[in-house]
């Protein structure tokens, strides 16, 4: 897994360097749990039933080793094929504002202000006290959080989400889901009281970064919507969007106005 992990990065960089166009996202940090996640998600998806039907009726041992190695070399090269064009396709199209060179500072800076904002309406306290440590969201969590769509910082059940909403739905409406998202850990249940207690920026940090792994689905995110991608409990990822996409634009009114 980590050497075809480490082709494909290697296959994405060396591509984009040769598109030549400053606007082309190149290749960062958070690409890694990106390209992780496809790769996994594509690995385990391919089945060849053809070749798993041949190694069955061969009678030799030896050529059914060597059926069953080439049917699992096959499966490899097209899951490592399918996870390189659905990254590109991702980082190029579905999250451009997150990785162009030209969009991404202003993309992050614009999400860390809606996120401050919404922090300071739900609790004034943990905001206040966060301005005091002189906490910056962006080189401290969101461009961790953002660019890897907390694959590594949610629970997958969670994550799994909204990785839905972005390539269902593009960088608009993830803007707006990643926002609320964050905003919620910071504030929901005791988290908002502990952060007003904080001492440090690395003990804000830590706080926050438990607060997420503890959990266990969307909806256990106070004052936030409940995101589903089945007809199951809560939003559809069609409510979601429409829902948070309004919300963004008004914090976005109120950010702009101060």
Not at 40 to 60: C, G, P
Request: negative net charge; aromatic residues 8%.
């Amino acid at each position: 897994m980590a050497t075809a992990l480490h082709r494909l990065l290697v296959l994405y960089a060396g591509d984009q360097k040769s598109e030549g166009s400053p606007s082309v996202p190149g290749y960062d940090t958070g690409m890694t749990q990106l390209a992780a996640f496809v790769l996994l998600a594509f690995k385990e998806s391919k089945n060849d039933n053809k070749s798993d039907e041949q190694i069955r009726d061969s009678e030799k041992e030896e050529e059914k080793e060597k059926m069953r190695q080439a049917a699992t070399d096959d499966s490899d090269a097209e899951a490592e094929e399918d996870a390189f064009w659905t990254l590109a396709a991702t980082v190029m199209y579905r999250l451009a504002p997150y990785y162009s060179p030209n969009t991404a500072a202003a993309q992050l800076d614009a999400d860390s202000a809606h996120l401050s904002a919404l922090v300071a309406a739900r609790a004034p306290a943990a905001a206040s006290q966060l301005t005091a440590l002189e906490f910056e969201w962006v080189p401290l969590l969101v461009q961790e959080w953002w660019r890897a769509l907390f694959f590594d910082a949610l629970p997958p059940y969670c994550a799994l989400h909204l990785w839905d909403l972005a390539l269902f739905h593009g960088a608009r409406s993830t803007s707006a889901v990643l926002v609320w998202v964050a905003a919620g850990i910071a504030c929901s249940g005791s988290n908002g009281d502990a952060l007003a207690r904080a001492t440090s920026c690395q003990e804000a940090v830590f706080m926050l970064r438990t607060a997420a792994l503890e959990l266990k689905q969307l909806s256990d995110l106070e004052g936030s919507p409940s995101v589903s991608s089945s007809g199951g409990g809560g939003c559809s990822l069609a409510e979601v969007t429409k829902r948070l996409g309004s919300v963004n634009s008004t914090e976005g009114s109120e950010v702009s106005s101060r």
